[in-house]
Each structure stands twice: as structure tokens, then as C-alpha cells.
Nanobody
Framework: VQLVESGGGLVQAGGPLRLSCAAS????????MGWFCQAPGEERGVVAA???????????DYADSVKGRFTISRDNAKNTLYLQMDRLTPENTAVYYC???????????????????WGQGTQVTVSS
């Protein structure tokens, strides 16, 4: 599975930005997907996760700091994961990584070790 992020850049505080993650693989619809971020000197932490559960339902979860501002979604026809980021603050400045796991089993989707594949990252810089 290969993951390629795009959409990062420089944005003013309060503005929006949308990240995309293009994934390879024939069974993207069943992948558990996540967005993580890493600021200089800090550990990589979860931003949002999107995963399939039985009954053809997807669930999503967010870090407390981004709830109500960020939205994770996917387009299975395009094998693409998105992260819509609204009302950005300078504290959101980081490298953002897309992560994938080929099945959505398990509960630890908010941890780095849950995922098997990572993109190269895209820089998001929010100016004050």
C-alpha cells in the first residue's frame, strides 16, 4: 500500500485547508485510515481516524483539540482520504501524515502502531 499526501501549505490563522491522501490497493474501502501530525520536537499524534465497521458503516474519531473544526472523510471510488481543516490556529502547524491499515479490526486506531503504512507527510504552516 502506498500513500501520497497533498494539500499542505501556508495558511493564515482562522483559514481552511484540505489535505488529501491518495492510496493504492484494491480494497481501500476496508482500510482503516488515519491522519497524524508531528510538530518540531513533539511526538507524532493522532488527529483523526476513519474506519469501517460491520453493517457497511464507517466511524470516525478525532483528537479533542480538533473536534468541531476538522472533518475526516474518504472517497472509495477515488481511493482517497481527506482531512478538511477549518478555523486553523498556529498550534496546528505540523507535518501531517496519512496512515493505513488493511483491515479495520481492533480498537487502537488512535495509536501509531495500529497502522502498517505511512505517507511521506505534508507540511501545514499556520501564520498568526
Amino acid at each position: 500500500v502506498q500513500l501520497v499526501e497533498s494539500g499542505g501549505g501556508l495558511v493564515q490563522a482562522g483559514g481552511p485547508l484540505r489535505l488529501s491522501c491518495a492510496a493504492s490497493g484494491r480494497t481501500f474501502s476496508s482500510y482503516a485510515m488515519g491522519w497524524f501530525c508531528q510538530a518540531p520536537g513533539e511526538e507524532r499524534g493522532v488527529v483523526a481516524a476513519h474506519f469501517w465497521r460491520s453493517g457497511n458503516l464507517y466511524y470516525e474519531d478525532y483528537a479533542d483539540s480538533v473536534k468541531g473544526r476538522f472533518t475526516i472523510s474518504r472517497d472509495n471510488a477515488k481511493n482517497t482520504l481527506y482531512l478538511q481543516m477549518d478555523r486553523l490556529t498556529p498550534e496546528n502547524t505540523a507535518v501531517y501524515y496519512c496512515a493505513a491499515r488493511e483491515d479495520s479490526s481492533g480498537s487502537y486506531y488512535y495509536t501509531r502502531t495500529y497502522y502498517d503504512y505511512w505517507g511521506q507527510g505534508t507540511q501545514v504552516t499556520v501564520s498568526s
